[in-house]
């Protein structure tokens, strides 16, 4: 990873270089270097949703003064969803510096939704610990936010906030997820998902993260409703 071409790319002056470089180390280069102490970028991906949820909720709420609190999280939630990030690293051409062992390389891994997804979310993350909230906020202002104005972003579908709508429709219905099964190794997880109504109509669902997973269930329950 060129760390000095990246921080002239985005203007970032990041002073923990490693920590940049965490932000885009996959857990099966950690685990074919072991010799090198390294660290993966999944912590970082967890800091980074936050990250994200906060920063689009602000821009939104700023941006869009004439949309209602429903708009505004259906619009939010196309946003942050992993399709969405997957676009967004894809613009930004995150996957030129993932750090990826042979095997995840050579099944596709720089190209995987889930993984690009993760990998944005991971670098989000360390702007946050390297250099604060707003930092972070100016980076996605400059250089994501003006897509979301974009048709296939905006409009990107979210299965799981239709079956909520539907299913709010009638009285006392009960609306769940749950992970029944995962499958594979840590870098290459597999996670099944089924969703349930009022603990009736059930509905499977399969992806490379629960959300994926989640996601699919829900969209497989609105086509059989």
């Given at each position: 990873m060129n760390?000095?071409?990246?921080k002239?790319?985005?203007n970032l002056p990041f002073e923990n270089q490693e920590l940049l470089k965490q932000a885009f180390t996959h857990s099966s280069y950690v685990n074919e270097h072991t010799h090198k102490n390294l660290s993966d970028n999944e912590r970082l991906e967890f800091l980074g949703d936050a990250v994200l949820e906060i920063a689009v909720s602000d821009y939104l709420y700023r941006s869009h003064k004439a949309m209602t609190e429903g708009e505004l999280s259906k619009l939010?939630?196309?946003?942050v969803c992993e399709e969405s990030l997957y676009r967004f690293a894809t613009i930004l051409q995150l996957h030129e510096y993932i750090l990826l062992g042979k095997g995840e390389e050579r099944t596709g891994g720089r190209?995987?939704?889930a993984l690009l997804a993760d990998v944005f979310e991971a670098f989000l993350g360390a702007i946050y610990l390297d250099q604060g909230i707003a930092t972070a906020q100016a980076f996605l202002e400059a250089f994501v936010f003006p897509h979301i104005i974009d048709e296939t972003f905006s409009h990107v579908t979210d299965y799981k906030s239709e079956l909520q709508e539907l299913v709010q429709e009638g009285k006392n219905k009960v609306l769940?997820?749950?992970?029944?099964?995962e499958k594979g190794p840590s870098h290459q997880?597999?996670?099944h998902a089924e969703v349930i109504i009022n603990n009736e109509q059930r509905a499977k669902g399969v992806g490379r993260t629960k959300k994926?997973?989640?996601?699919?269930a829900a969209k497989n329950m609105l086509e059989r409703i």
């Open positions: 760390i000095q071409q990246f002239q790319k985005f939010r939630a196309n946003i190209e995987r939704h769940e997820y749950r992970i029944i099964e997880k597999e996670f994926e997973a989640e996601q699919d």
